[in-house]
């Protein structure tokens, strides 16, 4: 042995710190901290440690080999049959070496955390370091540090599960019976639809497409259990999950929300059943994005009180409407003309087929035939031909025709009017965010599983082969995305709040505005983690039998229907400038520009050239840090958008013209919005919960996800001056050191996602 | 009229270079330059657009109005039939207003060009900007511009098309007949792969199956001409792509490849008309990327000259076997043991069924069942049970066993001998890489046209919406991979041609590596665009009839078979490093460090601040920039990765651990290494052109292919003080110029990929 106990303590740590790269002189600074702050070393410890930490005179080649017996020797002293950790190992070298009667000092919880706290500065909190020192002593099974359970993944699974576990929990059961499993090699669309058709009606009769209803008509009056249920449903058949949305939510949510008594009394216990099979007939071939200038026409005709269903043109039919072959009414979104006004997009309720399910006269409907995925649902083409209803059909909460023939609506103006009837809508919106979540928890779930059962190459264990989990690439490949379904889960879950807070309100512009950037984001998260879950699987990936193939087929369309998430992002940024202007009603232009650049200024109080240059582990993992970051950019982007919009406008450019030049920015801006949003509430939420192992684990994945999202975009951080290079490269070796911590617990976090076995259909990962 | 001739022939480009923003120091400075050097200019002139260059007093609002009522003045009097661009209104305005004895000077092109290379340098060369204009006076429709030809679609076509235009014609030809058309609804596996293999049998017949083999066996000894029509059939059904690669390329390659003589002339006729089918069984359960450890055994019987094929283990199963269920044959790949030695990998035929196409005794075959995709494919699963079969049957060009008994082989190394072998099936990989960027083309295709005739929202024009494609966003989000393909497509060419001159090298390292990081990089961008182009169809691009869904779902796997690319882009790594090691085979480590470092700093000559910080168009896009770009991260990232490992090893890690450590490096380091290729290769097509409409057009596709890679990767080059965040920004503005350019061309450019209208099966773009 060369060196005392105190500096035996912290040897792994810095054999592997000097062994990893350059130190940089940030981290030379705060190893010296650290090592100062250090009360169990004495004064000439610390001298010699802090003489090793000088760059420009490293330790010599001598040194190193000293270090590296030194460790050997004490390794060899330990009992091998369990891995220690870099801080153990030089702890117990530690101890080893001290006279007997001092070494208590080195099981004092103080100690270990100050070396922790060290090792974590020095972002060598690593398993594959350890591995470094067993092989040169005994190959060791590594799938030992599999054990480790960190956290109670049930706890975790609880703060997931959130108010509505209970309904999540009624939902899998369900789902999980025999008769909801649809066998991989049932492709052909009309057996498949008939297939799923059985399964729904089989949901409705269970009450679950009524629970948004009130409870005359069968249901909960809980929209927010309606939405737990169609985000729990996403784990079973996708087809199911969307036949169901359609039914109860689209054409369902139409009659309620858009409908008045006599519809609910009507129609709403029927269709809580699938008594009454119907459809949401919006989107037109011509028009999908764009609502408003829907073709369809709806004309009242004041000689018997009825009113006319026409699609004027072959483009002008509906297209794409899900249920359009098994439904027996459609809510049609068309022009309401009452005499020679038109007051714009209304719902009628149009009867499409007789009992024995044959067309009426004037309706003709196609099937849209294959699809890329979702061939459960009977997706179809309606054309009208001059098809007469009563007027009674017209779903009139926000407008109507009275008895004199005139057309009335609490709601004046026709632009306010519309937006009111599609805010009404939003629970689709917000069910498809919440589904696209599970999609992905479920892909990654599985390529998790898959990656910790999986060898390929051999590793410095000569016995087995290397875990797929174990390689760095896949690491950062597949924990992004599992800290980004953590993140979107809360999240998801304070929309779904502000859904059901806001449900009986007129206005719901927050929540839709939420909603459209939440539906996006996370529905191109699925869409993005099912591709790299697949990826991840290999071969494997690729079989129907294992569940991607579906998962992804069925979920691509996400990101375009319930809003496509180019537009839906634009309405995000339009609505920033909005809330923007009525901040300043009086100021005018110029007032708002200087309050931003003020708040710019102020709340990002990080800009000064120390902390852009601040490269410690403790500074990038900090609130403090990640606050500002996501606030900078948000704001920044507003700014300059509102900045460059205002140019445009004192030189007179048209405001279309103007929103085509910044539409790029506004779609950037929205991002930044979301992704602020998506942080602020996971803190919240950490913030929030008594110091323990599960809150650790969050914290973990929220700082995983935040350091991402600053990575992703780090060119746009550097671009703005928010980081120095140096900063950059340093956020990346935290992220990594937070991959090494997350790696040994990766099974319990997906546990953590609480997907029962039984859905967990795939077979590379099915238990046996 | 406010002003002179001369200064109206630039108040268009004033004014919206103005409006656009404001001016950069370097846009300043470099708007004077041009000024400086226009001779058309009075002094007077001169010094009064000088004067409204200057950012710290610009123009007042004043002379904004001037400026926008003398463009309007001048404009009224143009024939407002045809759109002009800003450059052509201002010499418009400006002969309108010169005495009509000197007004010939406008129409001399030198002054035009003077006034468009203006016009570039203020990145203002803009269809949108020309919009603002003509509103004011008069609604216009905007279709026209697409009629601008710009370049001749058939030259650049045949450029794409090299010099085996001959045999991708024959090929287009062919799978248009309807002979090779696939009905949507077909989704059955076990008929679509009847059908499949129908069609395979037809290519058989017509020949394009043994276009590799020598023209004794009925081929025209030519492997290139094969990756062309492999290339080719990308256009048409992937499954039939895929069971052709297999029979012909994958088990005919082997036998081709791998044996001699004796097998060529007892199977390659037959192998190249389908008479033979065959399969090439490499890849087991347990074992898919680490093709080296594979575990079936194939043990050598001195008694009676046989071998036994053996799956030891239920994972040791062959599976993903392309055309196991229709094989008759396959070629094994088996550690071959003879006595007491294990020889490695060899590929060994071994008769699977007989006449009557019953399993033979020790066989095991099962279907894969459905896929994500390719379910015109059979692929199956096979264990082998102690089957014997003669010695004959190993295909023993590498390695054979001699009538003693004796395992003889040229190569004497193992692991040499295994290298040696998988190169000689680098064609595989080759063809997968040209098949992704077809299939890239054709999804673009798609993507393109419909945008030109896809029109949602209200435009500027007042009686029809705007096209998708006048959105800046839908530019952004197509246009790149335009780019992308045509700067795959010559890269691929030049890989095309490697691999024809070492097609009989015994080494071929170096068309492997190529083809290990094109093919991962080519079948990437598959997958990212067809999914990019399918969002961009809305709903329409869901509906199988729109091709994307099999597409897709068929292309999907491209990143995984004939080699996963993360694992062939560290091969891509080691390579470069191995290339790096024997550059210097005396001179030990530091001396190659010195080197590269020395190369970085000198080969990158623009590492001084000052060209860091320019930022003006002209540098952008010029090719000294855009070298040493690529070049400086290439050479940077394998500097720091060889300088990290060379620390490791220092530290005595073990190679494996350090493998692990800089993996990420790694791959980093392999795509910056394809994307120079790919940069090189381009260019170097594009300089050798003679100056014409062609050149130009593919100029602006290498520059938007260059500057795309740069900005997708900004965060590195600014950390790495590349970049400023100014030049950052401005590299944004010129991109955003070339995007505009592209617009009007966006059609022939796709058009110059040339789709046969029969092989665009898509309904929404289907010509009637
Ligand atoms: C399987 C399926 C089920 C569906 N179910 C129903 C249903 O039950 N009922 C119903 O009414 N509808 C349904 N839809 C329709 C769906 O809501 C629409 O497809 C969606 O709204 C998009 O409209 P679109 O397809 O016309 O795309 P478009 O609006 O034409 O958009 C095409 C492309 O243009 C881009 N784009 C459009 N406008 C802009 C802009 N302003 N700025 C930038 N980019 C723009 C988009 O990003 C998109 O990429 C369904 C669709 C599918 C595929
Ligand atoms: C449709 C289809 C057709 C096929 N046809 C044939 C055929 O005809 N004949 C044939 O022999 N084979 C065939 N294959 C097999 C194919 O070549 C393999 O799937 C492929 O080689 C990958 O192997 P794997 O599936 O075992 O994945 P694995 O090697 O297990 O890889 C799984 C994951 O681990 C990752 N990984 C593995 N090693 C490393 C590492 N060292 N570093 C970082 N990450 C790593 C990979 O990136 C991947 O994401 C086919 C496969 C499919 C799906």
């Known amino acids: 042995m060369h060196y005392s106990p105190g500096i035996n303590s912290l040897l792994p740590l810095f054999y592997v710190g000097w062994a990893d790269s350059v130190l940089s002189p940030s981290e030379m600074k705060i190893i010296r901290q650290h090592v100062d702050a250090m009360d169990f070393l004495s004064f000439a410890d610390k001298k010699q440690l802090i003489k090793w930490t000088d760059q420009s005179n490293p330790p010599s080649e ?26 153990q190992l030089g702890i117990n070298i530690a101890k080893n070496t001290s006279k007997s009667d001092d070494n208590q000092i080195w099981d004092s919880p103080k100690v270990k955390a100050s070396i922790e706290g060290l090792e974590m500065a020095l972002g060598v909190d690593n398993q594959l370091s350890k591995v470094a020192f067993y092989t040169t002593i005994k190959p060791e099974d590594d799938t030992q540090i599999e054990d480790i359970a960190g956290f109670d993944t049930k706890k975790i699974q609880a703060i997931l599960d959130g108010k509505f576990a209970e309904h999540k929990n009624r939902t899998k059961k369900l789902i999980m019976d025999p008769f909801f499993e649809i066998p991989y090699d049932l492709r052909e669309k009309d057996a498949l639809r008939n297939l799923i058709l059985k399964q729904c009606k089989e949901l409705g009769k269970q009450g679950f497409g009524a629970l948004a209803f009130p409870e005359e008509y069968g249901g909960e009056n809980s929209p927010g259990a309606s939405t737990a249920v169609f985000e729990t449903m996403a784990l079973g058949n996708i087809s199911l999950l969307i036949k169901f949305g359609v039914q109860f939510g689209l054409f369902g949510g139409a009659v309620l929300q858009l409908g008045t008594k006599k519809h609910h009394d009507k129609y709403l216990t029927e269709t809580g059943s699938l008594g009454l099979a119907g459809c949401f007939a919006m989107t037109e071939t011509g028009h999908g994005s764009n609502v408003r200038d829907l073709e369809t026409t709806a004309t009242y005709n004041p000689e018997d009180q009825t009113i006319t269903i ?12 899900g249920n359009a072959l098994h439904s027996k009414m459609a809510a049609v979104f068309t022009q309401l003309k009452v005499g020679e006004q038109n007051h714009g997009i209304h719902a009628i309720l149009v009867p499409l087929r007789d009992e024995k399910h044959q067309e009426l006269p004037g309706i003709t409907v196609k099937d849209n035939g294959y699809k890329m995925g979702l061939n459960g649902v009977d997706n179809g083409r309606i054309w009208f031909d001059q098809v007469k209803v009563p007027v009674e059909n017209l779903l009139d909460k926000y407008g109507g025709i009275d008895a004199e023939g005139n057309y009335q609506s609490s709601i004046k103006k026709e632009s306010k009017r519309f937006f009111t009837m599609l805010g009404a809508l939003v629970g689709g919106r917000v069910s498809v965010a919440l589904g696209s979540n599970t999609a992905a928890k479920k892909a990654l779930d599985i390529a998790i599983k898959y990656a910790l059962k999986r060898r390929q190459f051999d590793s410095l264990n000569e016995t087995t082969e290397t875990l797929i989990l174990d390689y760095p690439s ?21 929309l779904r709040d502000k859904f059901i807070e806001q449900y009986n309100h007129t ?17 191109w998260h699925a869409t993005a983690t099912i591709q790299e879950c697949r990826e991840a699987c290999g071969g494997k990936g690729y079989l129907a039998e294992n569940e991607f193939a579906d998962l992804k087929a069925d979920t691509d369309i996400f990101t375009t229907f319930e809003g496509d998430n180019h537009v839906l992002l634009q309405l995000v940024a339009k609505a920033l400038l909005t809330d923007f202007k009525q901040e300043f009603n009086d100021g005018g232009f110029m007032a708002v520009a200087r309050h931003v650049m003020k708040r710019v200024g102020t709340s990002v109080t990080d800009l000064n050239p120390i902390t852009v240059r601040n490269t410690n582990a403790e500074h990038i993992l900090s609130y403090d840090f990640l606050d500002s970051a996501f606030e900078f950019r948000q704001q920044k982007l507003l700014f300059t958008l509102s900045d460059r919009m205002r140019n445009f406008l004192k030189k007179k450019l048209h405001p279309s013209e103007i929103f085509l030049r910044v539409q790029n920015h506004m779609i950037t801006l929205a991002l930044a919005q979301v992704e602020q949003y998506i942080y602020k509430e996971f803190k919240a939420k950490v913030r929030a919960m008594p110091k323990d192992a599960e809150k650790d684990a969050l914290e973990t994945m929220l700082k995983t996800y935040s350091l991402d999202a600053i990575l992703r975009d780090n060119g746009w951080f550097l671009e703005n001056d928010f980081l120095t290079g140096e900063k950059s490269k340093a956020i990346r070796r935290v992220q990594n050191s937070l991959y090494r911590k997350i790696r040994p617990l990766a099974a319990s976090y997906v546990d953590a996602f609480g997907i029962p076995k039984v859905l967990r259909r795939a077979e590379i990962v099915k238990e046996v």
């Open 474 to 494: 896949h690491q950062k490949r597949l924990f992004p995305l599992v800290a980004k379904s953590y993140a979107l889960s809360f999240a998801l879950e304070s």
């Open 507 to 523: 206005d719901k512009r927050e929540v839709e505005t939420l909603a459209a950037g939440l539906k996006s984001y996370a529905s």
């Open 62 to 87: 001598e040194t190193y080999k000293e270090w590296l017996a030194d460790i050997h020797a004490g390794a060899m002293k330990l009992d091998l049959d369990k891995k220690l950790s870099l801080v």
């Open 310 to 321: 026409h699609s004027p043109t072959h483009t002008a039919g509906k297209e794409y409407i």
